[in-house]
């Protein structure tokens, strides 16, 4: 009882900004908490928070960052990754960017028609191919991550950073455990 207590009252002082996003999700929460098994409230609306904020993040820096560069964030995330490693082959691009090969593959090819990216032989295989920022590529993700930075600091604001950094860790904790299918 202790944790709905908690979460109303949370929900309340909330709620005072007036979000009907934030209204509804109580809403369900609370027609959930009256529901038999399987309904987990708590569950609920830890994952509608979740893919929520997810959502609005994504497209929030979308609009206000990669589209006006005519870029995609998942093509930023690919040139931001490229320019923390160097040059790497696109089957490791997409083990650590969720996503498909055919996917990585795609972007690159965008980026690389914009000439921000560039294929590269692999020295040690002939066959296998990394790809890499140009110098202009470089300047460009220089660029975009200062004002998405600049984008998360105004969404997070409102934690501190012990909380920033307790969310960090819950949410790294979920990651690793998630289920093996979820790759």
């Known amino acids: 009882m202790a944790v709905t207590i908690s979460y109303r009252s ?3 002082k909330t709620l005072s900004v007036d979000r009907p996003d934030l ?3 109580a809403y369900a929460r609370d027609r959930l ?3 038999p098994s399987p309904a987990d409230p708590e569950a609920f609306a ?6 929520h ?3 609005l993040v994504v497209a929030d820096l979308e609009s206000h960052i990669h589209r006006p560069r005519g870029w995609t964030l998942p093509g930023f995330r690919l040139m931001f990754k490229l320019w923390l490693l160097g040059p790497t082959q696109p089957a490791r691009l997409a083990e650590i960017s969720a996503m498909s090969r055919s996917a990585v593959t795609n972007a690159i090819n965008t ?5 921000l990216v560039e294929r590269l032989p ?5 066959r296998a191919v990394a790809a890499g920022l140009t110098a202009t590529g470089e300047n460009a993700v220089r660029e975009a991550f200062a004002e998405q930075t600049r984008r998360e600091q105004q969404w997070f604001a409102t934690l501190d950073a012990e909380e920033r950094a307790t969310l960090t860790d819950l ?3 979920v990651l690793a455990a998630r289920p093996e299918d979820a790759d």
């Open 10 to 12: 949370a929900m309340r």
């Open 23 to 25: 209204r509804y999700a």
């Open 33 to 35: 908490a009256g529901m």
């Open 46 to 51: 830890l994952a509608y928070h979740l893919l």
């Open 53 to 55: 904020l997810s959502y």
């Open 111 to 115: 980026l690389e028609r914009e000439g």
């Open 122 to 126: 692999v020295p040690d295989d002939r």
């Open 171 to 173: 949410l790294t904790r």
